[in-house]
């Protein structure tokens, strides 16, 4: 059963590391197009960044006090496992959409089939990465003693999200790594125990790099010439605008979806423990994470609808 009835007791959270990463690759498309990069080249660069960002599951959960979680802590956990189920199939639609584009595009333009070669290959990086998530809060739930996610539940996660256009779907996927990545940083805050919130930070600083992986493959899309960025737009207007998919399960009614399951729809509070999320700060960092992809700037959903109804003509 999900309770909560006391507050946790807040703890002083470390910062981040200081340690100094390779860079995700950007200008994608121009370093194609010159012969800058070529897709080993681009594996390689891929490879140096994961490995380097790459942590353990087992060491992690091995620094957590479960009897130090709170009530709150362990609603967190319990629904993160469950969200994390929906990334796998993520990542397979991405696997799967990239080689397509890519050889739709290798004969019109090369380098815009690069691109989509190399998202292909940065996708199994992530996969694994998601992996790392995915395990790590179930396995905590499951020593919490908290309701097991049933096969069934667990298969009907795990169903694959329908192909849309490339440069849409790299969008939604930047966006759904922004709202996770807040919520962590969220749950870190307000973890009673040292050594979940060093993996809520961890986790949190995982999907920051993926919306930054995500954001370079768009706007290498957009470089190209064949994305038009209204597309980027409209996903990001249908998230960010009020009652938008942004508020997730808080909205008042919640689409009924057989194709696949959205993670944000998802999550389950109860006896007054509040979601945490910072609704204004997402729409700032999706801001400017559409700027990065389009060029557009837009600070509140109002410039943002200008933005697309100018787009579309209207």
């Known amino acids: 059963m999900l309770a909560a009835n006391t507050s946790p007791r807040r703890v002083e959270v470390a910062p981040p590391s200081t340690k100094s990463y390779p860079p995700v690759p950007s200008d994608l498309y121009e370093a194609f197009r010159s012969g800058a990069h070529t897709l080993s080249s681009m594996g390689w660069?891929?490879?140096q960044l994961h490995e380097a960002r790459r942590w353990s599951v087992v060491e992690m959960l091995s620094h957590i006090d479960i009897d130090a979680m709170s009530p709150?802590?362990?609603?967190?956990?319990?629904?993160?496992?469950?969200a994390e189920l929906t990334t796998k199939p993520g990542a397979d639609?991405?696997?799967r959409l990239a080689d397509n584009e890519c050889r739709r595009w290798l004969d019109v333009?090369?380098?815009?089939?690069?691109?989509?070669?190399?998202?292909?290959?940065?996708?199994r990086y992530w996969n694994e990465e998601?992996?790392?998530?995915?395990t790590a809060f179930n396995q905590i739930s499951a020593r919490l003693g908290m309701p097991v996610v049933e096969?069934?539940?667990?298969i009907e996660f795990r169903k694959i999200f329908p192909d849309d256009d490339m440069l849409r779907t790299l969008t939604l996927l930047a966006i759904s790594e922004i709202a996770a990545a807040n919520k962590y940083v969220s749950c870190s805050r307000a973890a009673r125990d040292p050594g979940l919130a060093a993996l809520l930070r961890q986790v949190a600083s995982d999907e920051i790099q993926h919306m930054r992986y995500f954001s370079s493959f768009a706007r290498a899309l957009v470089d190209s010439g064949h994305y038009q960025a209204k597309e980027a737009v409209s996903v990001v207007y249908l998230f960010t605008r009020e009652g938008g998919e942004l508020f997730g399960s808080r909205r008042e009614q919640v689409e009924q979806r057989e194709s696949h399951v959205n993670w944000w729809d998802q999550i389950?509070?109860?006896?007054?423990?509040?979601?945490?999320?910072?609704?204004?700060r997402?729409?700032?960092m999706i801001f400017s994470m559409l700027k990065s992809i389009t060029g557009i700037t837009v600070t509140t959903p109002d410039e943002l609808e200008d933005a697309w109804m100018e787009l579309v003509g209207c």
């Open 45 to 47: 660069a891929q490879q």
């Open 72 to 82: 709150e802590d362990r609603i967190y956990v319990w629904n993160a496992g469950r």
């Open 93 to 95: 639609r991405v696997a």
């Open 109 to 123: 333009d090369p380098a815009l089939a690069a691109v989509m070669q190399a998202c292909g290959t940065w996708s």
């Open 130 to 134: 998601e992996a790392h998530h995915e």
């Open 151 to 154: 096969d069934t539940t667990f």
């Open 268 to 280: 389950e509070t109860k006896d007054g423990v509040t979601q945490p999320d910072d609704i204004e």
């Open 282 to 284: 997402q729409r700032t």
